[in-house]
């Protein structure tokens, strides 16, 4: 540890290969190219003895552990407070963030993150009161959790919420398992579950993970669910239907209401994806169309912060039908009191015996929650109705204004909703594919759209601006789309192939790492015994 | 309104490029019946920044912080001092604001912590590889059982006493659809049968043995002998850990012989926060690494031969495997991971010893006090920092008596175990470096009154 080599910045190779390269690369010392700088792993840098962290002197007692004490070294490295400051500073710098700039990833609501929500998360009357403090100490947190309840329930016309589910797949866990306990209450064992081809992965994998058989619906011509296939497959043997509404093409779904009755006639659930409910919020109540349950992500709609990939937040609302069915714990309202529910038996009227029990150790992620509350308080409802609006004619014109240049397989089927869909045929016989796009947006400082996804469109990429872009933002990148994509169509492939050339890294060998690999640092003399 | 750039002029000149007479026209796919002409009833409208502040400070003034007195309350959720410094780095908002690293060439700020994660995870551990964080200690220890059984093609799993029951009851919740069998066993307070019971219960259709250490009552125990009676009959070892810092002076469940360690990491660098966001651990033997659930971070190299990080074995997971998926997680807790290790990387190794020593030198001075005191009898042995009292009378009025004084005393196992009256009388209290000799004095004497 802490032997001062610098291994992830070799010294430029002055070799034959290197002069024939096509950029002049400024050579440095320290491997560092202006603000772009190098910085190695802490286990390279930092030392079991030093600390950062100033700590009360240990009282002397006699050890209580039972014998247990740890003996060998664990091999942590610490580093003083500046060095920690400057380490994990540097290494932020290497990422792309909304804070920098457009983040047009499709699906995933990329919008800017208040930093009124972070102020209010870290008030000491949330962030500092502990989920087994008597009910007594915590009212006003219950009250919070009931407000955000009164909201997500109005908002999506449905009688109940479920919100302990952590994250967007916990969320379809906890609807589907509803589902299940519903069936399974009235003795009813079916089997298998519908979801449409252009599903997010983890509807079939959520429905796997309750015991159910996945089918495939497929879509129609013009990116929806097709209702004829639907309706022919439906039958006793169907629990429920997952979609998502707006669909992962990002188009709603007309025929909704139709689904939902068809479904509910063939005694099945409607679970929907509410991934996507920024298009339509303030706009549409998703009970008004005839769901029975459907998560929502916090943080995509109510903007509350991915954090380079989580925490997330998925409460669940559900139908009058799958109410009964919602996990533990949840909030109540008796009189001006707040109550914790935490058991079943512990009711006097028992309405929620049949709850199929509790999702995490405690009550759900309180942290977004209050983030999510104050999104929605400074929006208000009409704010949000607002925020769909913006965030669908965003996409419209990001939309119409590439359809000329990219393949917009839906385009003709009328307006998008908030998130553009297009494909790469455009740049079938050129060698170059989606990936090659997306490599060369990042040159441009951008983040790319999603790739790839869904699967029903060749080489998807989908965009999707969110409501918190400028005209000023969308036209530039507008711009930078349609200069690459035309300069891709035009000149040699092979600049493209090799993209990024400008981000902190180039293409990263992804095969190289699965095929072996290295989930954990290893001290040097460790990897070369091992060898 | 603040968030929102688009001016009513850009509305009408993106209408215009959008070739839509108005922004109705672009709903027109919403069936009539669910079209909404107004914003919805029942709820306020947008609000200046300072009146929000006003509402959400107003409710916040309502609770007792764990801060604002003496505070003892654990049981699977820990306060701890978390340094300054921590909470600017998760604030930056390159880490804030940026997504799960799928561009892996400009998320490699993202990708480097996680790795530097994992290895302090595994290293904690005693364990080769641990992945890149899980939604909480409950839902890891989930799915260690469910890739127990992937491993041993078996279904039992049986789960000790000591287990935190909210954990139990999550696993009981999440196998209740899947073919897996949960063998669970009433606690008492004197769990010293447990483990050696469970040694003898294994056999050969038991996937895992599920522990808990330092157990849910605080106790600490040896988990040696376990270990070779699962590994005797071909099953595996889930450890879990809900109180890390303990690993900082116990000695790892990597070296009494785990298969799998799973944990609560909410300890290092995060708040109490009400229960969550908190960081569920992960971590394994490097054999079974492709069996295992969650986002891994690991090594490799880019075009021009640097070292870079990405996400890898994604075959495993759900966005290429769809319904074969080894579990359905996507998001999970990646900034509760960076909190992590900030803080670890400002403790290192020294420091973490050091601030174990303290919460358990701490634990000892309170539970000698506590056990003077006439109707108390401190019930665990071997503990940490945490330790169950036996009082004479039932502890659930007890602990909302000594709130009325202004003293959060810990949990209750009443509410941890409704209806097992055996325990009615059980409380666990949590010291950790925070807690003053003045917290001290003033649990004493609450209790010591409420007792009286």
Request: glycine letters at 8%; hydrophobic letters at 45%; aromatic letters at 6%.
């Amino acid at each position: 540890m802490g032997n001062g080599r610098w291994p992830s910045c070799p010294t430029p190779d002055p070799s034959p290969e290197g002069e024939g390269s096509k950029k002049e690369e400024t050579m440095t010392y320290t491997g560092n190219r202006g603000l772009m700088l190098e910085e190695p792993l802490l286990f390279e840098k930092g030392a079991p003895d030093r600390c950062g962290v100033d700590l009360p002197d240990v009282p002397a007692v006699a050890s209580r552990l039972g014998g247990l004490d740890r003996h060998r070294p664990i091999g942590l490295p610490g580093m003083s407070e500046p060095d920690v400051v400057r380490h994990f500073t540097r290494l932020s710098r290497q990422n792309y963030a909304i804070d920098m700039g457009i983040f047009p990833l499709g699906s995933c609501t990329m919008k800017h993150n208040p930093r009124l929500n972070e102020k209010m998360a870290r008030l000491p009357g949330f962030a500092d009161i502990h989920p087994l403090q008597p009910e007594a100490t915590v009212q006003g947190a219950l009250a919070l959790i009931d407000q955000l309840a009164h909201w997500l329930t109005t908002l999506t016309n449905m009688p109940a919420v479920a919100m302990s589910p952590k994250a967007g797949a916990h969320g379809e866990l906890c609807g589907m398992l509803a589902i299940r306990a519903a069936h399974d209450a009235r003795g009813d064992a079916r089997k298998v579950v519908l979801v449409p081809e252009s599903a997010h992965g983890t509807n079939p994998a959520t429905a796997a993970f309750c015991g159910y058989a996945v089918e495939n619906i497929p879509a129609d011509a013009r990116g929806r669910v097709d209702l004829a296939a639907m309706r022919a497959r439906l039958g006793p043997d169907v629990a429920a239907v997952m979609i998502t509404n707006p669909n992962t093409c990002g188009l709603f779904e007309p025929d909704m209401i139709a689904i939902c009755d068809a479904v509910h006639a063939a005694g099945a659930f409607v679970y929907c994806d509410g991934a996507n409910f920024n298009a339509i919020v303030g706009r549409v109540r998703p009970g008004d169309l005839g769901i029975d349950a459907m998560h929502i992500n916090l943080h995509k709609t109510f903007s509350t912060p991915h954090g380079g990939g989580g925490p997330g937040s998925g409460p669940v609302v559900f139908s009058a039908a799958l109410a009964p069915f919602a996990p533990l714990p949840f909030v109540r309202k008796v009189g001006e009191r707040f109550e914790l529910v935490e058991e079943a038996q512990a009711l006097a009227s028992n309405d929620h015996d049949l709850s199929f029990g509790r999702m995490v150790a405690f009550h759900g992620q309180m942290g977004m929650f209050v983030r999510a509350l104050s999104y929605m308080l400074s929006h208000g409802a009409d704010g949000l109705r607002q925020v769909a609006e913006d965030a669908v004619l965003n996409a419209n014109y990001v939309l119409r204004s590439l359809e000329d240049v990219f393949t917009a397989p839906f385009a003709a089927s009328g307006p998008c909703m908030h998130e553009a869909l297009f494909s790469d045929d455009f740049l079938e016989g050129t060698g170059l594919t989606t990936l090659d796009l997306a490599k060369a947006l990042i040159d441009e400082g951008f983040h790319p759209m999603t790739m790839y996804f869904p699967l029903v469109v060749h080489g998807a990429m989908l965009v999707e601006p969110t409501e918190t872009e400028s005209k000023a933002s969308l036209d530039q990148l507008i711009g930078a789309l349609r200069s690459v994509a035309t300069r891709m169509l035009a000149e040699p492939a092979e600049a493209f192939k090799t993209s990024p050339h400008l981000a902190p890294r180039r293409r990263l060998d992804e095969t190289a790492a699965a095929r072996r690999p290295v989930l954990t640092w290893r001290e040097p003399e460790e990897l070369a015994a091992a060898e | 309104m603040r968030y929102l750039p688009l001016t009513d002029t850009d509305r009408r000149d993106m209408l215009r490029v959008v070739g839509a007479p108005d922004i109705d026209a672009l709903f027109a796919d919403v069936p009539h019946a669910a079209r909404l002409d107004a914003p919805i009833a029942g709820l306020s409208h947008h609000m200046p920044e300072m009146l929000v502040e006003r509402h959400l400070g107003a409710l916040a003034a309502k609770n007792m912080t764990a801060s604002g007195g003496p505070f003892f309350v654990g049981a699977g959720a820990y306060k701890h001092h978390v340094p300054a410094s921590v909470d600017h780095i998760i604030q930056r908002g390159e880490f804030l604001t940026s997504y799960t690293p799928y561009q892996p060439e400009i998320a490699q700020g993202t990708l480097q912590v996680l790795f530097e994660f994992q290895t302090q995870v595994a290293r904690l551990t005693g364990m080769e590889v641990a992945n890149a964080s899980m939604y909480d200690g409950s839902t890891a220890m989930t799915e260690a059982v469910f890739m127990a059984r992937r491993v041993t093609r078996r279904k039992v799993a049986r789960v000790s006493s000591g287990v935190h029951p909210h954990y139990v009851n999550v696993l009981k919740t999440l196998t209740r659809f899947t073919d897996d069998e949960v063998v669970t066993r009433l606690p008492d307070f004197t769990p010293d049968d447990d483990l050696a019971e469970l040694a003898a219960a294994v056999d050969g259709d038991t996937s895992c043995v599920v522990v808990q250490n330092p157990n849910v009552f605080g106790h600490v125990a040896d988990l040696a002998p376990l270990a070779a009676a699962c590994h005797a009959a071909g099953a595996l070892l889930v450890v879990v850990v809900t109180e890390v810092i303990s690993l900082g002076l116990v000695r790892s469940p990597g070296e009494m012989g785990a298969d799998i360690v799973v944990g609560e990491g909410q300890s290092i660098g995060n708040g109490l926060n009400f229960g969550g966001p908190y960081l569920g651990l992960f971590a394994c033997r490097e054999k079974h690494v492709r069996m295992m659930p969650g986002r891994l971070c690991g090594e490799t190299v880019d075009a021009d031969g640097r070292r870079g990080f990405v996400l890898t074995l994604s075959t495993r997971e759900q966005h290429i495997r769809r319904e074969k998926a080894t579990s359905n997680i996507c998001t999970n807790s990646g900034l509760c991971a960076l909190a992590f290790t900030v803080h670890l990387s400002l403790l290192g190794e020294s420091g973490l010893r050091k601030l174990a020593a303290l919460n358990h030198a701490r634990a000892v001075q309170l539970a000698d006090r506590l056990g003077r005191i006439p109707g108390v009898e401190v019930v665990t042995r071997a503990f940490f920092n945490e330790f169950t009292l036996r009082l004479r009378q039932e502890a659930r009025p007890v602990v909302r008596k000594l709130a009325d004084k202004g003293v959060l005393g810990g949990v209750s196992l009443g509410r941890l175990y409704p209806g097992i009256a055996a325990l009615d009388h059980g409380m666990v209290v949590a010291v950790t470096e925070t807690a003053t000799d003045a917290d001290f004095d003033a649990f004493e004497d609450a209790l010591d009154e409420v007792l009286a």
